[in-house]
C-alpha cells in the first residue's frame, strides 16, 4: 500500500493507526486523513519524537500493511 492507496482507504485503516499509536485521539485521526505529513506531525506531537523518527515509523507502518495485504492474498 503507498500514501495514495492509504488516504482512500482510510477509513478502514484507522483502526491499524490507532493500534500502533494509540496516543492519536480521534480527533487527530480526522485531520490525519490518510495524509503522510499530518500523521508524521501528530506522531511528533504526541509522542515527543524528531520528524525523521516519526517519518521512519509512519513509512515502516504504510510498508506494513502492503505486506500483510500481500500475505493475505496469498491464502
Do not use: C, P
Not at 480527533?27 to 490525519?32: A, C, E, G, K
Not at 519524537?49 to 500483510?68: C, N, R
Amino acid at each position: 500500500m503507498n500514501w495514495d492507496q492509504l488516504q482512500g482507504k482510510w477509513k478502514q485503516s484507522k483502526g491499524k493507526v490507532r493500534e500502533k499509536w494509540g496516543k492519536l485521539t480521534d480527533d487527530d485521526l480526522d485531520v490525519i486523513a490518510g495524509k503522510r505529513d499530518q500523521l508524521v506531525g501528530h506522531i511528533q506531537e504526541r509522542y515527543g519524537i524528531a520528524k525523521e523518527e516519526a517519518e521512519k515509523q509512519a513509512d515502516a507502518f504504510v510498508q506494513g500493511l502492503s505486506e500483510g495485504q500481500k500475505a493475505a492474498g496469498h491464502r
